[in-house]
């Protein structure tokens, strides 16, 4: 059973996502003597050898990381032109070098958030900037640990589909884009509860 969400169903991913092989060279991180678990702003999302290694699919849609297409903007640009490339990029990266590589981000069909652990709240912050700051119009996904708690704010925040993580119900987490029926802040998707309610 498919793991995407999209317009409040699930449906078939069309998109194929591209992920660079794991080569043994993490390492611990720590920050104040602290185990770190999750990347910090402008830390490198692969090494080079990890992007070397990356096998790209000939044929179909797909989805490639930020730093993947950097390296190989040349040869992917005429699938970027036929609508098949979809960015990829990481709450940790600067989105700065997204808006760099693409100065109209409406010719990307899809942009894809990854989300490294459900407690980096940074997904909220990139999606919410992508749709008011950059005005983002395409299809803006959370992959990555992705879990029911956050669908109902990744909505609010922008997004309008979301890949399950694999070991969870998508059909469970469906129901959490429902799970408030009147928030009072505003968002992306709305205004502020007391603009919309009329009292005489």
Not at 5 to 25: F, M, Q, S, Y
Not at 55 to 77: D, F, M
Request: aromatic share 8%; hydrophobic share 45%.
């Amino acid at each position: 059973m498919s793991q995407l969400i999209k317009h409040n169903a699930i449906v078939v991913d069309e998109w194929t996502r591209v992920i660079p092989p794991t080569l043994g060279d993490e390492v611990v991180r720590k920050q104040a003597g602290k185990v770190v678990l999750f990347k910090l702003h402008g830390e490198p999302t692969f090494s080079q050898a990890q992007i070397d290694a990356t096998v790209i699919p000939a044929t179909g849609k797909i989805i490639v990381p930020l730093p993947v297409w950097l390296a190989q903007k040349e040869a992917l640009s005429t699938r970027l032109a036929a609508g098949e490339i979809a960015i990829q990029i990481a709450t940790h990266e600067p989105i700065e070098q997204l808006i760099q590589a693409f100065p109209d981000l409406n010719v990307l069909p899809l942009i894809a958030v990854f989300v490294e652990r459900f407690a980096d709240g940074r997904n909220f912050t990139v999606g919410n900037w992508l749709r008011t700051r950059y005005g983002f119009k395409n299809e803006l996904r959370a992959v990555g640990d992705v879990l029911r708690d956050q669908l109902f704010f990744l909505k609010r925040s922008g997004y309008d589909s979301y890949l399950i993580r694999a070991d969870r119900s998508a059909v469970d987490a469906l129901a959490g884009l429902n799970d408030f029926s009147q928030p009072y802040q505003g968002a992306v998707d709305d205004v502020p509860v007391w603009r919309r309610l009329h009292r005489s």
